[in-house]
């Protein structure tokens, strides 16, 4: 099974509206992060937002918010007010932590390709 | 802002070359990480660091594969005979504690011909 599923491959949205790119995650393990990043045309990885999960809320950074469902597995991106400039490939990725060395993979989805249209 | 560099930007070589990939990780950040994105695909893990030793390494990370930290500032990757199928960005990675954020660098992207 997936570890992290991205089911939407390609978005469209119109400037100024806000939108949620998906994420479900698969995992045993009680203490885990969830991450999304973007990565735009020329191919740098970028931080966007953090979740853990024993966070009791959930994640905002600016105009990201994460919109964490333990019970469903789930880790939504929210972006609002979009611009121009947010039209790049989206990931999202969990670590697991699973040992004692602390240094955990990040595992990624496959990724949804944002287009903002102005 | 501190940031992960890499270098170089882009390598071409011919198939059976070594290369090697260089990374400057983020000054105080002690856990380090490589990735590799094969065009039009996922980003995976290749191996983690930690106080001078691989901390895991998935299948890709095989024996033509090898990190080293050669002095305190640069963390490297280095491909001993390249094939075709290693074509891809590399990225570098660094954190500062093990459970924190890993913050990437540019990427090296490898042509091998």
């Known amino acids: 099974a997936q570890k992290i599923t991205q089911t939407q491959p390609g978005m469209f949205v119109q400037e100024k509206e806000a939108v949620t790119l998906d994420c479900t995650y698969d995992?045993?393990?009680?203490?885990?992060?969830l991450f999304w990043y973007k990565q735009p045309s020329s191919g740098e990885m970028i931080f966007l937002i953090y979740q853990g999960s024993y966070d009791q809320q959930n994640a905002t950074e600016g105009r990201y918010s994460l919109n964490f469902q333990k019970a469903r597995k789930s880790a939504n991106l929210v972006i609002s007010a979009s611009q121009l400039g947010d039209s790049a490939m989206y990931f999202c990725a969990m670590r697991e932590d699973i040992s004692n060395f602390g240094n955990e993979k990040l595992t990624f989805g496959t990724g949804t390709r944002l287009t903002i249209i102005p | 802002e501190p940031e992960v560099t890499q270098t170089p930007s882009h390598q071409v070589t011919q198939m059976g070359q070594e290369v090697i990939l260089r990374c400057v990780p983020i000054s105080n950040h002690l856990y380090f990480y490589w990735y590799r994105q094969i065009l039009g695909q996922k980003v995976e893990f290749l191996v983690s660091f930690y106080n001078n030793e691989i901390s895991e390494k998935s299948e890709i990370f095989d024996d033509q594969f090898s990190v080293e930290r050669p002095d305190g500032s640069n963390f490297t990757l280095k491909i001993r005979s390249t094939k075709l199928e290693d074509s891809a960005m590399y990225f570098c990675?660094?954190?500062?504690?093990?459970?924190?954020?890993?913050?990437f660098g540019p990427g090296t992207r490898l042509l091998v011909l």
């Open positions: 995992t045993s393990d009680p203490s885990y992060g």
């Open positions: 990675a660094s954190s500062e504690m093990g459970l924190e954020t890993q913050y």
